[in-house]
């Protein structure tokens, strides 16, 4: 842990707010100056520590804890099958073989952005996984934590318990893998999985230790302890204290003196906020914030704003079935085409981040044409410009022409389907996030918009679902809790609204996921919508499919265009070909959506008070009408925390606010039309013709 800059230019008491009730200020203090400290970075390329076979590390119970710093994807390594893919931060095994000494004792790491943690059994090498849900950011050091007490797991994210699962197993205490920092050794000595980021003061202990005792001691300099089998500090000289073994480093793995510092107590609390979330505000904007503190200590404060407009709008595409175009002799290649072309040409003037099709890609599973027609028409997407190197991102469905699935067939077959949109297409792509199984049957993408990822999954038409692969779209979410998720399957919804047989299981599987927003499909030649409400959380799913109409559809899609200001989604049909939109209800609306965290660049203010009862700024000059978003970050003696983001719109004047922020508080005078909570919106009537 690094020592820092001695801070006087904020001081700290009890209570420190912007109030004119905060105790009396005292008199500037410095911050406790500890030892000279630091941590190991690792590459996440080939970068690793270990300790080599140290069978006193072989435990059936423990608790394993660091402090971490990500600072980019890392590789990921399994623990086996039924475990999880982690980017490993500590570890013991990895799935190697099951009912023997080499099945993993213990692997701690990350899945996706939050907390995993896997061992497998003794008795007979099953795998018992589990996993966090709070993301971890990139550039930020937290500490983090595995318990496992011989019943149950346990994961910790800055002291608080972030996830836990039932095991009632044992772990396999006696397998023969070396003890690894930032990846995981297998039997014959074989690296997998690194660690892309900052490591530091790792602690090994024989037993589960509680909550508050994770808490108690995260924040201090742990040298011994009851249960205490081994620390690693990864000081910057490279000594340690207490272990069992010296490390050896691999790779182009260093020492820093950046590191979170121990010692100093716990970081401020944020105890209120100004402007409060959600109000209306002068034109003159005053931030402000309550903190609360253990001790005196200095303080500074760096506000982040920004305000909202048009220019932070973007658009995502979605392609419906496009089936008819492929079919050879018909001369309707354009609409296809014409389609993708549209994407590109307009993608800097509509901010086009992101492509979605439906299924359905070609009509005739066996026709070599077809699949040339789309494989053409989809390549215009990829073809490389500055800034995308990949081309625009998309992600592809598969329809039950594409698996063969149609008429009376009831065996599905994707040979074709990945022969030209399979693995090897997408693998090297930056966007491409995976694919359950062996194949592209089921697969995810991820894309970006104003500092926010996007998570998309495609989930292939079945007639008999695979609950595994529903299972597995559900992690995929997990994986990433502060992703925008959006679930893509062919056969979504009816003409009337309703469900299908497979989308009614993805929605049980989905609804209680608060990042899963919208859900989109084709295969019935129709429009409707419907937009489901599970404990106040709403997902919105969208059927668009023209292949009915005169040549098959005529070229006509969707434009999704986001409004992160407006908090709204407008939906818009429109033909590339015929340059017409179709404006009827159920072609053109606009779905509110919660686009919180979208947005450009930040400005940044720096308060350096000598008064931590002033730790006010004021911000003037900002645009009536308009809606900013901000947020603070507070550093104290090296300990950091910043607060949630929040948003408030600039009203013409001080009464005009506090009339506004006024109604806002009261309930309605009069009762209103309740709005639908759950169902179908604008929809026709049920028609199963309709599919195809």
């Excluded at 820092?4 to 109030?19: E, H, M, P, Q, Y």
């Excluded at 434009?559 to 407006?566: D, K, L, R, T, V």
Aim: hydrophobic share 35%.
């Amino acid at each position: 842990m690094s020592a820092i800059r001695n801070l006087l230019f904020a001081t700290s008491v009890v209570a420190c707010t912007g109030s004119k009730d905060a105790p009396p200020v005292e008199t500037p203090v410095e911050c406790p100056v500890p030892g000279e400290a630091g941590a190991l970075v690792l590459d996440g390329v080939d970068d690793l520590a270990t300790a080599g076979m140290k069978p006193e590390l072989g435990l059936s119970k423990f608790t394993i804890e660091a402090w971490i710093r990500r600072d980019g994807a890392g590789v990921t390594m399994t623990s086996g099958l039924g475990g999880l893919r982690l980017v490993p931060i500590v570890t013991k095994g990895l799935g190697e073989g099951d009912g023997s000494n080499v099945d993993c004792n213990y692997a701690f790491g990350l899945w996706g952005d939050v907390l995993g943690a896997d061992f497998e059994d003794a008795a007979t090498g099953a795998n018992h996984p589990v996993f966090g849900k709070t993301a971890i950011p990139v550039g930020e050091w937290h500490h983090v934590a595995a318990t496992y007490d011989g019943t149950a797991w346990r994961l910790y994210l800055d002291g608080v318990l972030d996830g836990e699962s039932t095991a009632n197993a044992t772990p396999r205490a006696d397998s023969v893998h070396p003890f690894t920092i930032g990846s995981s050794i297998d039997s014959v000595g074989k690296r997998h999985g690194f660690f892309a980021g900052a490591i530091d003061e790792v602690r090994v202990w024989d037993h589960a230790r509680a909550e508050d005792e994770v808490q108690d001691a995260m924040r201090k300099t742990v040298a011994m302890g009851e249960g205490l089998l081994a620390r690693w500090s990864l000081d910057s000289d490279g000594s340690d204290t207490m272990s069992l073994a010296p490390l050896t480093i691999e790779g182009e793995a260093s020492f820093s003196t950046e590191t979170e510092v121990l010692d100093q107590g716990a970081p401020p609390t944020v105890a209120s906020t100004t402007p409060i979330d959600g109000t209306m505000t002068t034109t003159d904007v005053t931030l402000d914030l309550g903190l609360e503190m253990a001790m005196k200590e200095p303080v500074e404060v760096t506000y982040h704003l920004r305000e909202l407009g048009d220019t932070d709008d973007f658009t995502i595409v979605v392609l419906p079935d496009t089936q008819i175009y492929t079919i050879e002799g018909r001369n309707l290649e354009k609409y296809f085409n014409d389609q993708t072309k549209w994407i590109r040409a307009h993608r800097a003037e509509y901010n086009i981040v992101g492509v979605i099709h439906n299924g359905d890609v070609i009509n005739n599973e066996p026709q070599l044409y077809q699949w040339n027609v789309a494989d053409k028409a989809m390549a215009i997407l990829e073809k490389a410009e500055p800034g995308l190197p990949d081309g625009v991102p998309y992600g592809v469905g598969v329809g039950n022409h594409d698996n063969k699935l149609t008429g009376t067939n009831t065996v599905l077959d994707t040979t074709k389907f990945n022969q030209f949109f399979g693995v090897d297409r997408y693998a090297n792509k930056s966007y491409y996030g995976g694919h359950y199984g062996t194949k592209n049957d089921h697969s995810w993408v991820t894309f970006s918009a104003g500092g926010v990822d996007f998570v998309v999954v495609s989930l292939m038409y079945e007639l008999d679902p695979d609950p595994a692969a529903i299972a597995w779209a559900r992690s995929i979410f997990q994986m990433h809790p502060d992703a925008f998720g959006i679930l893509n399957t062919h056969y979504l919804l009816g003409s009337g609204g309703g469900f299908s047989p497979q989308a009614k299981l993805i929605y049980a599987a989905l609804k209680d996921l608060p990042n899963v927003h919208l859900m989109t499909g084709g295969h019935v030649s129709a429009e409707s919508r419907r937009m489901d409400n599970f404990e106040g959380h709403v997902i919105h799913s969208m059927l668009a499919d023209y292949q009915g109409r005169t040549d098959g559809g005529a070229g006509y899609m969707r434009i999704w265009e986001f409004s992160p200001a407006a908090g709204t989604v407008s939906v818009r049909s429109y033909s590339p070909t015929l340059d017409k939109y179709e404006t009827d209800a159920n072609s053109e609306f606009t779905l509110d959506v919660d686009l919180r965290g979208f947005g450009g660049p930040f400005q940044d203010i720096a308060v350096e008070s000598t008064d931590p009862t002033k730790l006010a700024t004021t911000v003037p000059a900002l645009t009536v009408g308009k809606t900013y978003e901000w947020y603070a970050d507070i550093s104290s003696c090296g300990k950091h925390t910043e607060t949630p983001l929040s948003r408030f719109t600039v009203a013409a004047s001080a009464a005009a606010a506090q009339q506004i922020n006024k109604a806002l508080d009261q309930p309605p005078r009069r009762k209103r039309t309740k709005p639908v909570t759950s169902g179908p919106v604008d929809f026709g009537p049920e028609d199963p013709s309709l599919a195809d």
